[in-house]
Nanobody, 114 residues
Framework: VQLVESGGGLVQPGGSLRLSCAAS????????MGWARQAPGKQRELVAT???????NYADSVRGRFTISRDDAKNTVYLQMNSLKPEDTAVYYC?????????WGKGTQVTVSS
């Protein structure tokens, strides 16, 4: 499974961005998909996941501001990020689980700054 993220960029505090992650290759039986982020000097943090049935889960730090969704027909997962804060600045990585394996994308940079 190959994952390619897009949609990152520079945004002012309070702004919004929508990240996309397209899966390709052997996408059969992909189960949960999600997004994690890693800021400089910090550990990678899982911020949102969505099950194969569409049930979302969020980290406390983003709950109420971020929304995860998936389109299985397009093998794509999205992360709508609203009310962005400077502390949301990080590289955002897409994750997909298939059987007992986890796959990661290469990441897309999100910078929140005035």
């Amino acid at each position: 499974v190959q994952l390619v993220e897009s949609g990152g960029g520079l945004v002012q505090p309070g702004g919004s961005l929508r990240l996309s992650c397209a899966a390709s290759g052997s996408t059969y039986a992909i189960n949960a998909m999600g997004w994690a982020r890693q800021a400089p000097g910090k550990q990678r943090e899982l911020v949102a996941t969505v099950s194969s049935g569409g049930s979302p889960n969020y980290a406390d730090s983003v709950r109420g501001r971020f929304t995860i969704s998936r389109d299985d027909a397009k093998n794509t997962v999205y992360l709508q990020m609203n009310s962005l804060k400077p502390e949301d600045t990080a590289v955002y990585y897409c994750k997909a689980s298939q059987f007992s394996l986890n796959f990661w994308g290469k990441g897309t940079q999100v910078t929140v700054s005035s």
